[in-house]
């Protein structure tokens, strides 16, 4: 469907030669809101806040760098023939999310059993945090029109995206087309997933490491369905989409871990420290 084109500023302040763009102030406000509920719930479960401020400091550094390598090891064709550097620069675009979910729990895991805490609990805390993190996140691919899906029909447009807001409307009407607003079906889909988890280890109390595997499995199911609409997905082979062959391997795992943790005895703690009987 046309439609014509009039974007939103990218920069949120200008100062002098330095421009600050809405896509890093927005990243940072999830970050910070999801740190802010996790050293609460921290401090609620009587731990020090600064464990969780400790893993956050390592873990940011540690998720671009994986986010990075991520994306160069599936978009390798891409670097192979260009300057050596082209792999690190960041300011171009071109990280991935799998990579740094990857990166951050490998580095709470390590800083977890270095200090001789529970990984699971810590994840558990974490993980309503993380997916509010993406969920605004994802309001910054917004800003920069990417991440977006194919064209909208004209049957799509008056049957939903006539109803939502015009700003959101005319972000994505990129070069005189109009695109489905995937970064909006997402951030949607993790505010449910946000709701679902507290509700989750608040009412219900489940075993230890299952609001984080939870996380995992609700994450991944939206993440498969969205990637199919996506114009900008990195591919394994063929018409394989790496993310969606990446969800459906966590889906499994995370379902399969839950089992055998259960089975073997492992989660033999509630969320809320106390023994399961």
Known sequence: ?????????????????????????????????GLLIATRETERLGLKKDYMIDIVVYAIPAAIVFARLY????????????????????????IAIHG??????LTAYLYTKIKGLSFWMMADIAAPSIILGQAIGRWGNFMNQEAHGGPV????????????PGFINQQMCIGGTLYHPTFLYESVWNILGFIFLLVLRHKFNPRRGEVFL???IWYSFG???????????????????????????????????????????????????????
């Open 223 to 277: 993440r498969f369905f969205i990637e199919g609409m996506r114009t900008d997905s990195l591919y394994l082979f063929g018409e394989i989409r790496t993310a969606q062959f990446i969800s459906i391997i966590l889906i499994a795992l995370a379902i399969a871990v839950m089992i055998y943790r259960r089975k073997t005895g492992m989660a033999n703690k509630y969320y809320n420290g106390k023994k399961v009987k």
């Open 100 to 105: 740094a979910l990857i990166g951050s729990v």
């Open 153 to 164: 029909s004209e049957t799509f447009y008056n049957s939903f995206m006539q109803y939502l």
């Open 71 to 94: 994306y160069v090891i599936f978009e390798w064709d891409r670097y192979i023939g260009g300057p050596w550097w082209d792999i690190f620069a960041i300011w171009e675009g071109g």
């Open 1 to 33: 469907m046309t439609c014509t084109p009039e974007a939103l500023d990218r920069v949120f302040l200008q100062l002098g030669p330095l421009s600050i763009y809405w896509y890093g102030v927005i990243i940072a406000t999830g970050a910070f809101l």
């Open 214 to 216: 939870s996380y995992v």
